[in-house]
């Protein structure tokens, strides 16, 4: 049930802020307009609007402060780099080696940022865990409170964000995964933080697969940053190890491999990758 209310007032409040914020854009339009992989002009306030709903939605249905501080950091980080962000470097690969030839670039400090981010968050999860936990009680509650439990699930944090932004590669794409993973990961501990993720990414996947706007970086980030804070609260060692493993799995491979390739050459995922896109 929290899941369900937390969702609705997450996806009522995300589409009344990109209502608002597309008649009076922060700065002027043409600021948070950028080209799409089709040559049209999409607008990125859609990822702001994604970050307003669902930390609102999450901290009314009482998610923690962990999904807050995840949503919200995330999608500062995320607006650096959409604002300020220079393209001449590309991925984990192209802002670390910027770093080694001595340049800073937005990404670099996005991805220290989100790893800070992610450890935040996962203390948070783990102090309300022991909390939450009666004194004296001998079974291990998801989370934990073991320092390595906390730092699996900061990379946990930090890696669904960076993993989801390299799913906004086309229209409906990285919300359909939000929606899924949300889906997936609510529980009766975990509801208002994937409720919150699902129902924003819901009411703002209409625009987005009509090819006028999408998440950029401060959406995508946001997204995974709150929906990797939702796994936490319900997972215990393991499930952030096997977790950790997976989302490392996956950056890795997308240095060497185009998600959109292996997706398109799919059946399965092709047509749920197009379905609902004009």
């Known amino acids: 049930m929290r899941a369900l209310v937390s969702g609705a007032v997450a996806g009522a409040l995300a589409a009344?802020?990109?209502?608002?914020?597309r008649g009076r854009p922060p700065g002027g339009a043409v600021r948070?307009?950028?080209?799409?992989?089709?040559?049209?002009?999409?607008?990125?306030?859609?990822?702001?609007?994604y970050a307003a709903g669902a930390a609102a939605g999450a901290a009314a249905l009482g998610a923690g402060p962990a999904a807050v501080v995840a949503t919200v950091a995330a999608a500062g980080l995320g607006a650096l780099d959409d604002l300020r962000g220079d393209?001449?470097?590309?991925?984990?690969?192209g802002h670390l080696g910027a770093l080694a030839r001595g340049e800073v670039t937005t990404g670099t400090v996005k991805i220290a940022g989100l790893a800070v981010t992610g450890l935040a968050a996962a203390a948070l999860v783990d102090a309300q865990v022991r909390r939450d936990q009666p004194r004296g009680g001998a079974g291990r509650r998801p989370g934990g409170t073991p320092v390595l439990d906390t730092l699996v699930g900061g990379a946990v944090v930090a890696g669904s964000a960076n993993l989801l932004n390299l799913l906004d590669l086309r229209p409906g794409r990285a919300l359909k995964a939000s929606v899924l993973v949300g889906l997936l990961t609510?529980?009766?501990?975990?509801?208002?933080a994937a409720g919150a993720a699902t129902g924003a990414a819901v009411a703002l996947l209409p625009a987005d697969l009509a090819g006028v706007a999408m998440l950029g970086d401060t959406g995508a980030n946001a997204a995974g940053a709150l929906l990797g804070t939702a796994f936490l609260q319900r997972a215990g060692r393991r499930g952030r190890l096997v977790a950790l493993v997976v989302l490392a799995g996956l950056t890795l491979a997308s240095e060497k491999v185009s998600f959109t390739r292996v997706i398109e050459s799919t059946p399965v995922l092709r047509e749920l990758d197009a379905l609902g896109r004009r």
Request: hydrophobic share 35%; charged share 20%; net charge positive.
């Open 16 to 21: 009344s802020a990109l209502r608002l914020l």
């Open 186 to 192: 609510a529980s009766r501990r975990s509801g208002a």
């Open 32 to 49: 948070w307009e950028r080209t799409n992989h089709a040559g049209a002009t999409v607008t990125l306030l859609e990822g702001p609007a």
């Open 87 to 93: 393209s001449g470097s590309k991925g984990l690969k």
